[in-house]
Nanobody, 125 residues
Framework: QVQLVESGGGLVQAGESLRLSCTASGRTFSSSGMGWFRQAPGKERDFVAAISRSGGRTYYADSVKGRFTISRDNTKNTVYLQMNSLKPEDTAVYYC??????????????????WGQGTQVTVSS
């Protein structure tokens, strides 16, 4: 079992930055691919970014490529999402997720096994 706790959300103006953190406890964190997803009101949960268990491979949605950076620190059991040049359309609840399968880095929400409770990010124009 893995417990995930996100933090770092908040209210910012367009163009500003935020860094989200997701700290894991329980199962071995370093053996899990990790992902960030977001869900705006009335919309589906969308893929944002993912990172392999070693951190050597990263993937991004086209909408955030060049603005967001995913990273991880396995010594701290934490994955980060650095979000720069934020836009109002980035407003959503952001969730981190962990995959039990150590050999893949999926972009589909259905492939992840554990989820955090989410943290709200609001970007005003």
């Amino acid at each position: 079992q893995v417990q995930l706790v996100e933090s770092g959300g908040g209210l910012v103006q367009a163009g500003e930055s935020l860094r989200l953190s997701c700290t894991a406890s329980g199962r071995t964190f370093s053996s899990s691919g990790m992902g960030w997803f977001r869900q705006a009101p009335g919309k589906e949960r969308d893929f944002v970014a993912a990172i392999s268990r070693s951190g050597g491979r990263t993937y991004y949605a086209d909408s955030v490529k060049g603005r967001f950076t995913i990273s991880r620190d396995n010594t701290k059991n934490t994955v980060y999402l650095q979000m720069n040049s934020l836009k109002p359309e980035d407003t959503a609840v952001y969730y981190c997720a962990a995959d039990k399968n150590p050999f893949r880095v999926p972009a589909a929400a259905g492939e992840y096994d554990y989820w955090g409770q989410g943290t709200q990010v609001t970007v005003s124009s």
